[in-house]
């Protein structure tokens, strides 16, 4: 049984820093691409960031690159976001992926329904 489970949500004030982590089990990960999506109250769930299956390529939505980080360790089967410089709009419940295709290009890392699992999310809040 595939599980993906998130860590590292709270609360924090603006300018300041959380590091998300996403434990995998279950699944061959190092095989697999990995993202990180986001879904605000009332809105639809967004793309963050993804990594292809060696770390070789990464993607980022526009709205945190320069801020956001994202990273793997295949001998530990996790995958992480380094998030700087948070804003209140990055306030949102996050959510770790899993994606078969090892090596995706960077349309299909931003789509959501093309992921093959999802972790429960991690609630991350920015105060103004």
């Known amino acids: 049984q595939v599980q993906l489970v998130e860590s590292g949500g709270g609360l924090v004030q603006a300018g300041g820093s959380l590091r998300l982590s996403c434990a995998a089990s279950?699944?061959?990960?190092?095989?697999?691409?990995m993202g990180w999506f986001r879904q605000a109250p009332g809105k639809e769930r967004e793309f963050v960031a993804a990594?292809?299956?060696?770390?070789?390529?990464?993607y980022y939505a526009d709205s945190v690159k320069g801020r956001f980080t994202i990273s793997r360790n295949n001998a530990k089967n996790t995958v992480s976001l380094q998030m700087n410089s948070l804003k209140p709009e990055d306030t949102a419940v996050y959510y770790c992926?899993?994606?078969?295709?090892?090596?995706?290009?960077?349309?299909?890392?931003?789509?959501?329904?093309?992921?093959?699992?999802w972790g429960q999310g991690t609630q991350v809040t920015v105060s103004s």
């Open positions: 279950g699944l061959t990960f190092s095989s697999y691409a």
């Open positions: 992926a899993a994606d078969s295709t090892g090596w995706p290009g960077p349309n299909r890392a931003r789509t959501a329904h093309r992921y093959d699992y």
């Open positions: 990594i292809t299956w060696s770390g070789g390529n990464t």
